[in-house]
């Protein structure tokens, strides 16, 4: 019996050491070493932004429109004036051939669109001469390539196809922000998105017909003719002359007077005479 007790003490005794030996918690497993954090990239330079922006009717600049600068500003619309001109004036040939022959260098052309024209005096293209109207035109050609965020390298004075002369024909461009302005001296306009632009051949919108300084100057007066004087020796001797031969005129009229007076006084005296004998 007590064998009995003491076995099932022992027994018991087991039990609960094997209950508090589960309900203990294991040890804390050791922590992995800390990974270092992974570097943080640096933001990208933002590319930066053109000065003057696209227009929404801008074809693609790419190689396949073959820099067809009528073909560009029709797909483009709003320039149908320009595209008149360019025609009637002929200098949308030498644009071409200039397109053609320059290796390097390239052409930007400042486009006004139908309501830039349409703010001119009317008759006022008419009103210029063949060869002004060929000026105007060749003033909104500069014979360089300027990209649209390039504006702010060009030096001022900036020549055109126009500018025969280093002192004929210029214009300013200033460059500031987004905004790209141009001043002839007595039109101030502004650059209003880009039409076409590849690597020679740039075409901006411009919201102001460019009138050259040099059509504004009034135009030198012709002197008026001179009448040569005659040497006052000369005419103080044609007086002299003139005054001589009326003198001379004037006193063989008194002696003929008195010739004739005589002659017919003694023709009286002869007839009294007569009578009386």
Do not use: C
């Not at 619309?77 to 260098?105: C, D, E, M, P, Y």
């Not at 900036?158 to 210029?170: F, N, R």
Request: charged fraction near 15%.
């Amino acid at each position: 019996m007590k064998q009995i007790i003491f076995f099932s003490l022992l027994i018991l005794s087991a039990h609960i050491f094997f209950i508090t030996t589960s309900a203990q918690s294991p040890a804390a497993a050791p922590k992995p070493p800390a990974k270092p954090a992974p570097a943080t990239p640096a933001p990208a330079t933002a590319p930066a932004k053109p000065l003057v922006p696209s227009l929404p009717q801008s074809p693609s600049s790419d190689s396949s429109s073959g820099q067809d600068i009528i073909k560009i500003l029709r797909k483009a619309k709003s320039f149908n004036t320009l595209i008149r001109l360019l025609k009637t004036t002929q200098i949308i040939n030498q644009i071409n051939a200039q397109l053609v022959t320059t290796k390097s260098g390239g052409l930007t052309i400042l486009a006004p669109d139908d309501g830039a024209f349409s703010q001119l005096k009317a008759g006022y293209f008419n009103s210029l001469g063949e060869r002004q109207q060929k000026e105007l035109i060749q003033f909104h050609v500069l014979p360089v390539y300027v990209s649209s965020s390039n504006f702010d390298s060009l030096s001022n004075p900036v020549l055109t196809l126009a500018s025969d002369s280093p002192s004929g024909y210029q214009m300013n461009v200033t460059a500031y922000g987004n905004n790209v302005n141009i001043s002839t001296g007595s039109v101030n306009a502004t650059l209003t998105g880009i039409v076409y632009s590849d690597k020679t051949l740039a075409i901006y919108h411009v919201d102001k017909v460019l009138i050259p300084l040099d059509f504004s100057k009034p135009k030198a007066l012709a002197p008026a003719p001179t009448i040569a004087k005659a040497p006052k020796g000369a005419k103080d001797s044609s007086s002299d002359d003139d005054q001589g031969v009326t003198t001379k005129a004037t006193s063989g009229a008194i002696m003929n007077l008195i010739s004739l007076q005589g002659t017919m006084f003694v023709s009286l005296f002869v007839a009294a005479l007569t009578m009386l004998s």
